[in-house]
Structure formats: C-alpha cells, structure tokens
C-alpha cells in the first residue's frame, strides 16, 4: 500500500493503521505534524486530540463512579432507616397505634409528603379509628382499577381518588398506592407527593415492598392475637 496514491479512501487508510499498530512508533514525526481540524476552525495535533479524547473519558468515568458512590450512600442510610422502623413496627401491638407510627415514620423519617393507611372492612373493629376504616364495597369501586395489574400502582393521581386517599386539602399530583399482602383485613398503605418525579412509574419499589411486607405480616400478627 502507497501513500503517495492519490485515490486511496479514508478506510483504506483506517484498515492501514489497524493492520500497523507500531506505525506511530516507527514513525514519531508523524505524530506532531499532523493536525486535526475544530470546529472553531483551529487546528491541534493527533497528541492533543489523544488526550482531549482521554480526559473527556475520565470526566465522564469519574462522573460515573461519583454518581454509583452517591447512589450507594443513599441506599445504606435508606436501609438504616427502614430497618429502625422494621423494630418499630414489630414492637406494636396495636392495629390504629401501628398505622400511625408508619404514617408518622414515613413521613417525618423517609421525607414522605403525606402517607394514609387505610383498612377496608364494614365495622370499627380492632381499635381502629373510623377515619381510618373504608367499607369494602366503597373500596372496590375505589381501588379495583388502582390494583388490576400491580400491588403497587404508581404515577399520577386523579383527583377523585387524590380527594378520598389524601384529603381535599392536600394537592397530590404523584403517588404510590399499595395494597396490603395482609390474609386477616384487606387495606392500602398509600404516599402522595404534590409534585412530579417522586413516585414516577419506573421509580425502585424494592424497599417499599419489604415494608409492605413486614407491616402486612404485623397487622396479621396482631389480629391473630386478638381472634385468639
């Protein structure tokens, strides 16, 4: 192969340089005098674009690195902190006094706007509070299409279902509406959010799950206590 052919194509070129990796060994003086073309219409030599091309990967390497390290700092105070409610939730003994500390935790603790439990069941059995009773055929015509495909629904909030699981006060734009795993009482564990993105519908439910988990396991716990 010639350089000195004036027809040959940039592939050509390219397979050459592939084909002779030690090309620029052999020839150092190559290097330097040639010049690539910006942009702004200066001109740098192939070293210069090397380590342009370089630090552009570190930045964007470090970035990565920086962004995992901050995702997993966030992760373990997120277990620290579900795991302190985990004990909590497993000292309770009552129905209305666990749904409250729940309530409270996420929202004070796991910098939840608003978080409501409710229990679906015709009478004001267990301790509850009405305001925290739903009867069940109210709550099928609520949450029937809430939960048709997913345990955990999440994203947008119309405002009918917003107004009955938060209030009329309360502005819910997003949220995370979750069924109960309970065998003894059907419920919801429900958090809202006035604005955007937190409980968008490809948000991470893995810790949500656990606590549904271990919370539905707790209300089963105690009603058995109390059938007993």
Known sequence: MSFFNKNISEKEVINFLLENPDFFLKNPDALEKLEIRHESGEAVSLIEKQVEIIKKKNIFTSSRLSEFLINAEYNQQLFIKVKKLVMLILKESNLEELSTLTESFFEKELGTEICRIYFFTQDELFDLSSKRIITPEIATSIFAEVFKSNNISLGDINRDLSVMVFGSKASIEEGAIC??????????????????????????????????????????????????
């Open 179 to 228: 069924k109960l795993n309970s065998e003894k009482i059907a419920g919801t564990l429900a958090l809202g959010s006035s604005s955007k993105g937190k409980f968008s519908k490809d948000s991470e439910t893995l810790f949500l799950e656990f606590i549904l988990s271990v919370f539905s396991n707790r209300v089963d716990s105690i009603l058995n206590n109390i059938d007993a």
